[in-house]
């Protein structure tokens, strides 16, 4: 009897859990661009379903769960985002600015991360022989902006992606030489805009 009551208490729990995510909900348009290994980009026009976890209060914000669903690009999550009011600005846990408040209550907040690639970048001479190996380190950014406006029955809100992804090519030091093949970064980048309620 006591574990029957121990397995209703945990999925109680387990369904509450679940339905606090996505507390505000909507769909809008979205418009990413990805470059190509040319240095030509390719552009898409996707129809977007979002589902949020937002907080706001006079000591801070919060955007504590995020799920985007868009055609052609499947669904994904951005990290969980807690910043402190001070004054008009929003601070993360190092003191750093992060957003604002502007004077008609719309919030803009801005989240930074990054990945890194490691690779041997091998250097041959004339006669292709390997006189250097070097250790190197390729970063990969990614800038994503949010910003909460308020409306009538809820939120107008606007998230835009600057992203560094990573590719391959190979390069050679002279023509007869083999080729190294090493990572470099392509650019892409999205904007999105949703009425959540």
């Known amino acids: 009897m006591n574990y029957m009551a121990f397995v209703l208490v945990v999925l109680g ?6 339905q606090v995510l996505g507390e505000l909900k ?7 661009s990805y470059e190509r290994l040319d240095g030509t980009y390719e552009t898409m026009d996707l129809k977007c379903t ?10 801070k914000v919060e955007l504590d769960f995020s799920f985007y669903d868009c055609n052609r690009l499947g669904g994904w999550n951005d990290l969980p985002v807690s910043l402190k009011v001070q004054g008009g600005s929003l601070v993360d846990a190092q003191g750093q600015e992060k957003g604002r408040i502007l004077a008609d209550g719309t919030v803009e907040f801005t989240a930074n ?7 041997q970048d091998t250097q041959y001479d004339f006669d292709c022989r390997p ?11 990614t800038v994503t902006s949010y910003s909460f406006a308020k409306s009538a029955e809820g939120y107008r ?3 835009k992606q600057s992203q560094d992804r990573v ?26 805009t949703a009425a959540i309620r």
């Open 131 to 141: 006189y250097s190996t070097s250790r190197k380190t390729l970063r990969l950014d």
């Open 113 to 119: 991360t990054y990945s890194t690639v490691h690779y």
């Open 167 to 192: 590719a391959y090519k190979s390069k050679r030091d002279h023509s007869r030489c083999p080729a190294v093949v090493v990572p470099f970064k392509l650019k892409s980048g999205s904007s999105m």
């Open 26 to 32: 909507g769909a809008g348009p979205m418009t990413a």
């Open 13 to 18: 729990f387990s369904v509450s859990q679940a």
């Open 50 to 59: 979002v589902a949020l976890n937002y907080h706001q209060s006079a000591e």
């Open 157 to 159: 809100f606007t998230r």
